[in-house]
């Protein structure tokens, strides 16, 4: 165990009321691709020109084609990593009270975790654009692009575009977990898309010891953060999670 994990277990063990904000990067050891940084979809693609509500409404059948197909393609068939795990292992030790995640992937809800906040809504759902009725994404058949309700309303994923308010409920509740946690553990985010990235720093405002992971430095890093952990989240989060367990059993 590295003197990081060592510090992270003590400060965990201390606190009373434990946050999670994770991004893109944990799940990438899930086989999904974060878009920013090394393998990101941004290496490929231009944000703007295809994550944007304006592209989509101008030519859904483009966004479907290029961004959603793939995407969907990843996340019909992902499962849990260690890390969405070791959150949940963290949850039943009472280390956890929830998770705000910018993901869409739903992978910490399957890995049991019982509150996430979903800022950026989900991708397991689509709804029509014309009548608003809902369709798991799973269920839904790429023979026609874009796919379309039995209304003939065209299909959007029910997460949140570039160009989109956050929803006000996963906002405010974001807002309060961010507020009266102790203790945040910040897990693969770039930390730059907004107003996700924000949460860290009312955290901190609050008194909150904020603990990054992330193989890279951030623009959290040594402005907002107390430390970054350096590694990919699952080894580094299932180390925590295993001392957190011990010491717990220790205790009995
Ligand atoms: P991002 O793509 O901007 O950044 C990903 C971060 O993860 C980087 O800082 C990178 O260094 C880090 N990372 C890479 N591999 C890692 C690993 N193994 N362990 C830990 N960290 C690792 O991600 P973001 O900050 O979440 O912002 C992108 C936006 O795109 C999000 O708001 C999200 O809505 C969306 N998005 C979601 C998914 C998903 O649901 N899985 C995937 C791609 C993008
Ligand atoms: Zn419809």
């Not at 691709?33 to 231009?46: A, C, I, M, N, S």
């Not at 956050?166 to 553990?185: F, G, K, T, Y």
């Not at 609050?206 to 992330?214: D, F, V």
Request: aromatic share 6%; net charge negative; proline share 5%.
């Amino acid at each position: 165990m590295t003197d990081l994990i060592k510090r992270a277990v003590d400060d965990i063990t201390a606190a009373n009321h434990v946050v999670a904000l994770t991004g893109a990067g944990i799940s990438v050891e899930s086989g999904i691709p974060p878009f920013r940084g090394k393998g990101g979809l941004w290496e490929k693609l231009d944000p703007m020109e295809f994550a944007h509500i304006d592209s989509f409404m101008r030519d859904p059948a483009k966004v479907w084609d290029i961004l959603i197909r793939e995407m969907k393609g990843v996340i019909d068939t992902a499962k849990p990593n260690d890390a969405h795990i070791a959150l949940y292992r963290m949850q039943k030790l009472g280390k956890l009270q929830s998770v705000i995640t910018q993901n869409v992937d739903g992978l910490h809800q399957s890995a049991g975790v019982a509150d996430v906040i979903e800022f950026h809504g989900t991708f397991a759902r689509q709804f029509c654009l014309k009548c608003g009725k809902t369709y798991e994404t799973g269920m839904i058949n790429l023979t026609q692009i874009p796919p379309t309700c039995e209304c003939t309303g065209i299909l959007r994923p029910d997460c949140v575009f570039f160009g989109e308010a956050i929803p006000e409920n996963e906002m405010a509740r974001s807002q309060v977990e961010a507020s009266q946690c102790d203790l945040m553990l910040v897990i693969g985010t770039s930390a730059i898309v907004q107003p996700a990235a924000f949460m860290p720093v009312i955290a901190r405002e609050n008194g909150a010891k904020i603990i990054e992971i992330n193989p890279e430095p951030t623009s959290l890093t040594n402005r907002i953060s107390d430390y970054l952990i350096e590694g990919g989240a699952g080894s580094i989060m299932k180390q925590i999670a295993d001392e957190l367990e011990k010491a717990a059993g220790h205790a009995k």
